[in-house]
């Protein structure tokens, strides 16, 4: 991984939760020196403040970013990024790397914009990127090779998991899957302490049991590569306490309204992918 950043310039378009979270990670993993790395913003103010808070040039000119970087990580909402490619699309060149965090945003719709066939890679990162526990999906525009891939793996790899995938149409799931899915890990989490507080816990103990069942099965899926159902059913003793919660939990419908969550999410990012950047 260091190999591959060695020597690299990196630019970040936009600062906030995920381009912050990059530079972050980048920095402190020793994967990029603060000399590699800069930064844009649209604010003067907030790049003074993130220029002093990750001790790296921060911009307020996309055009200058671009010209300096190998590497160009486009950070900004969605609706923001064809102004921004209307500043730079002249200016990237076959040589550098675009990879765009933009939600709901395909690559075709991003190199439409380019004046030459640049690589671009599309990223789904999410929040726990800001303390390294993401999950970054990459999947390749049309110039986009294997190394390209593996120089984004190596940009996101500080900050969490990441995957590959190959058919680009399946990034709407991906977004509305670990995209958005902590959103919906944290639904579940206030759920079940306010049970706790209802059975009489404290509201911070209830909290910490609820974060900590969560991630600690969230990390045994994981480590040990077994079928949820399976490990959920070494819980489930006979007639045990269990059993009931899962009964009340089918009740309420909680597997059909997380499998439903995905699907609004996946089919209102594809009509934001067919429809923002005309
Ligand atoms: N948040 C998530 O969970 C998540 C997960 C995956 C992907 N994403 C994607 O990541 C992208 C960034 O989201 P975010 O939540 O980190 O941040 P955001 O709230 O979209 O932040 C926007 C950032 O872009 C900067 N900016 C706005 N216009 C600019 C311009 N013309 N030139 C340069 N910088 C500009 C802003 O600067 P100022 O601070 O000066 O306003 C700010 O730093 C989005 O496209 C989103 O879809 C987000």
Known sequence: MELMLAGKRIGIIGLRTIGTALAQGLLESGLATPEQLSGSTAHLESARAKGELLGIQVLTDNRALVKGADVVILAVKPKTVPKVLSE??????????????????????????????????????????????GMTALCAGAYAGEEHLELARAIFSPVGRVALVEDEELMDAVTALSGSGPAYAYIIIESLAEGGVKMGLPRKLATE???????????????????PALLKDDVTTPAGVTIDGLIALEEGGLRVALIKAVMAATERGKALSDGHLR
């Not at 790397?97 to 380019?114: G, K």
């Not at 049991?209 to 590569?225: F, H, K, R």
């Open 209 to 227: 049991l609820a974060a900590q069942a969560l991630l600690g099965g969230a990390a045994l899926v994981l480590a040990s590569g077994e079928h």
């Open 88 to 133: 730079i699309g002249e200016l990237l060149t076959s040589q550098q790397l675009l990879i765009s965090v933009a939600a709901a945003t395909p690559t075709r719709l991003i190199e439409a914009r380019l004046a030459q066939p640049v690589p671009v890679v599309r990223a789904m990162p999410n929040t726990p990127c800001r303390i390294g526990q």
